[in-house]
């Protein structure tokens, strides 16, 4: 009876490592990452942390998303609204077909 009762023991002692093995296997398999988190991991490697600042944006520039292709951005002007004035006593739905 006690062969029989370590028996079971060990078994569910090894389907249960053997669990935790493919649950660990999996998470790091399965887990979803972001192209744009690639600079927060650089930022947390120490050899980040020991480079000067022009190592450390060719560092960071090497892993962002579409840095190489990229030119710099001209500033966006804004753009000029144009305001329709409604007519004088007119019926709304032809201020607004929204309106009615």
């Not at 078994?11 to 192209?35: D, H, K, Y």
């Not at 600079?39 to 490697?45: A, F, H, K, R, V």
């Not at 600042?53 to 030119?71: D, F, H, I, K, P």
């Amino acid at each position: 009876m006690f062969g029989l009762t370590t028996l079971i023991a060990l078994v569910c002692v090894v389907v249960g490592i053997a669990l935790a093995r493919m649950t660990w296997w999996f998470w790091v398999e399965a887990r979803p990452e972001s192209p744009a988190l690639a600079p927060l991991e650089i930022m947390s490697d120490a050899a980040y942390g020991k480079a000067d600042e022009a190592q450390r944006v060719a560092m960071l520039n090497a892993v962002r998303m579409g840095a190489q292709t990229l030119a710099p951005r001209k500033p966006v002007s804004r753009p000029e609204r144009t305001v329709d004035v409604p007519i004088d006593n007119a019926p709304r739905h032809v201020i607004d077909p929204l309106l009615k």
